[in-house]
C-alpha cells in the first residue's frame, strides 16, 4: 500500500531555505523535474508537486499554528519512503518527522461518514460526535490510535518509523518509551524504529496499545 512522509517545522525558519532544501531532495531522490515556488520575504508560497512517477508533494504554512507541514503522498515503496524522510531531516531544521501507511491514516483520521463508508469502513459501531460549527454528526475520531492532530507549535502523530531530535528522544525514553531500533544520522539527527511494519490495522490490540504509548511519551503534554 502507498505510503506518506510527513515533516513538521517552525514558522520562524526561513521559507525560502525551507523550500530549497525539499527541492533539492526531491530532485535527488525522486529525480523530480518539476518547477519550485520561491518565497517572498517572511511569507511563503504554498504548493503542490506532482512527480512523473506519481508522488505528491505538499508544502503549507499553517500560520494558525505556527508551522509548516511537508506532505509526501502516493510512495509506492517503503525504501524510498526512509530515503526521502532521511534527506529531509539531514537538510532540514525539522522539529518531527513520521511515515505512515496513506489508507490507514485516511480512515483514522476522516470524520465524514460517507467518506468514511467510501473508504471502506464499517461504519455502524463507528463512535460519532458534532461538529463543533455545524453541529452535523461526525465520527469521532479523538480516541483513534492513528489519529492525527494539529496543535499550535506542532502536529501530534506517531509513526512506526520516526525522526526525532535528540532532547525529544531523551525525553521520551525516560518517560518509559522502547524503540525497536534507532540509528544516529547527525549528533542531532536520529532514525527511530517502534515496528517492523507499518501501522495498518486499527484492530490490531498490539498496535493500537504501541501507538498509544508511543504518543504519550512523545507528547506528554497537549499545549
Known amino acids: 500500500m502507498p505510503s506518506k512522509v510527513e515533516f513538521t517545522f517552525s514558522q520562524a525558519l526561513s521559507a525560502e531555505d525551507l523550500i530549497g532544501a525539499i527541492e533539492r531532495v526531491l ?21 503542490e508537486i506532482r512527480t512523473s512517477s506519481g508522488e505528491v508533494a505538499t508544502f503549507a504554512l499553517l500560520a494558525r499554528f ?8 502516493n510512495i509506492e515503496a517503503i525504501s524510498t519512503a526512509i530515503a526521502l524522510a532521511d534527506s529531509i531531516a539531514l537538510e532540514t531544521d525539522f522539529l518531527l518527522g513520521w511515515i505512515a501507511d496513506q489508507s490507514y491514516e485516511s ?4 470524520t465524514d461518514l460517507e467518506q468514511l463508508s467510501r473508504l471502506g469502513k464499517d461504519v455502524r459501531d463507528v463512535p460519532r460526535t458534532h461538529d463543533t460549527v455545524w453541529g452535523d454528526e461526525i465520527a469521532d475520531t479523538s480516541r483513534n490510535p492513528g489519529r492525527r492532530v494539529i496543535r499550535r507549535g506542532y502536529v501530534e502523530a506517531v509513526g ?18 522502547e524503540c525497536f531500533d534507532s540509528l544516529e544520522l547527525a549528533p542531532d539527527v536520529f532514525r527511530v524504529h517502534f515496528a517492523d511494519d507499518l501501522f495498518s490495522a486499527p484492530a490490531d490490540t498490539d498496535g493500537a496499545l504501541l501507538q498509544e504509548r508511543i504518543r504519550s511519551c512523545l507528547f506528554p503534554l497537549k499545549l
Open 107 to 110: 480512515v483514522e483520521n476522516e
Open 27 to 47: 530532485r535527488e531522490v525522486l529525480r523530480c523535474d518539476n518547477s519550485f515556488p520561491s518565497a517572498v520575504g517572511a511569507g511563503a508560497l504554498d504548493f
Open 160 to 177: 512506526a518509523i520516526m525522526w526525532l531530535r535528540r532532547d525529544r528522544l531523551r525525553s521520551a525514553e525516560k518517560a518509559g518509551l
Open 66 to 73: 505556527e508551522i509548516y507541514v511537508l506532505l509526501i503522498r
